[in-house]
């Protein structure tokens, strides 16, 4: 999948992942300290607009600018159009505006482990050292114990995955684990295996 597939995806007047804000990045980083963020990989920007209204300023890096054009949208109607900016990149390739910040997001970015690992680590090299690194995504281990989400194991990481691709990184990691979520489905909500990491930049 490229940018134009995603370009493809977004072109709908829907928000196709809504705006409501993800709730693990809720739990994990409504408590956190700093004044800027990454939001990688951001889609149409649920995640940015949260962390703006709650004082932070964003810059949400996509590379569907379809994408961008409705979170700035969103953002406007959020009245947090001042603390959103945007760079439309891969999430393998990119070059902040903003950098080093005090959060980087990574969230549902479900791509095969190798780029994954790239993704990462160049985010986490844009982060401040005391700083925080947040991910979110659906876990490997919900192809055997949960619904929704890829079904590709080469898209889905794990704890061990994670853990492998932080080996010598400056990061010390403090949550590392599968939570249970749930996915709306036709037969009614059904549980989902989610994978979250919370890790903070080595002083």
């Not at 989400?149 to 990184?169: F, K, M, W, Y």
Request: glycine fraction near 8%; include cysteine; aromatic fraction near 8%.
């Amino acid at each position: 999948m490229d940018s134009n597939y995603w370009d493809d995806k977004y072109s709908t007047e829907d928000y196709v992942y809504t705006k409501l804000e993800n709730r693990f990045v809720v739990e994990y980083c409504q408590d956190l300290e700093g004044t800027t963020a990454i939001d990688l990989a951001g889609g149409e920007g649920r995640n940015s607009v949260y962390l703006a209204k709650r004082g932070w300023q964003v810059e949400n890096i996509d590379f569907s600018q379809v994408a961008l054009d409705k979170y700035l949208k969103f953002a406007q109607e959020e009245r947090v159009l001042d603390k959103c900016s945007l760079t439309c990149s891969s999430a393998l390739e990119f070059n902040p505006k903003t950098t080093p910040v005090d959060l980087g997001v990574i969230a549902y970015l479900q791509i095969n482990q190798p780029d994954l690992k790239t993704a990462i680590l160049r985010l986490v090299s844009n982060i401040k050292p005391g700083g925080h690194l947040f991910g979110v995504w659906h876990s490997r281990d919900n192809l055997t114990g949960g619904f929704g989400g890829p079904r590709d194991p080469e898209v889905l990481p794990d704890v061990a995955t994670i853990t492998e691709a932080l080996e010598g990184s400056n990061l010390e990691i403090k949550v590392l684990m599968n939570r249970d979520g749930q996915i709306q489905t036709r037969e009614g909500l059904k549980p989902s295996v989610t994978l979250v990491l919370l890790a903070q930049v080595k002083l």
